[in-house]
């Protein structure tokens, strides 16, 4: 009966969750397929203002989509900012 509260906390903060996570941090690290990984890209994005927000989003290699947003620096490099996650259907309705 003691452990009764417990395993409904922990059940009720299951079913809260979604299929999405999020990651903001300023120690975001590139994985394969964001723009920084493996460096900064070798084009300058001269064109652009400083503090400009850039999205790029892609697949990872567990088949989730990954969406990351980038801020333009004043030396033109770009800093990860954010990350956030969604997996992919498996079946489609339509």
């Excluded at 999405?20 to 397929?33: C, F, R």
């Excluded at 001269?46 to 790029?56: C, D, L, N, Q, R």
């Excluded at 990954?66 to 996650?85: A, H, Q």
Aim: aromatic fraction near 10%.
């Amino acid at each position: 009966m003691k452990y009764v509260l417990p395993v409904l906390c922990v059940l009720t903060l299951l079913t809260g969750c979604e299929a999405t996570s999020m990651g903001y941090s300023p120690y975001l690290e590139p994985i394969p397929g964001s723009i920084t990984y493996g460096g900064q890209p070798r084009t300058r994005l001269t064109k652009a203002p400083v503090g400009s927000i850039v999205p790029h989003q892609f697949i990872d290699r567990f088949g989730r989509r990954v969406y990351e947003t980038y801020v333009i620096e004043p030396d033109r490099s770009l800093r990860l900012v954010s990350r956030r996650y969604r997996d992919l259907p498996l079946f489609d309705d339509h």
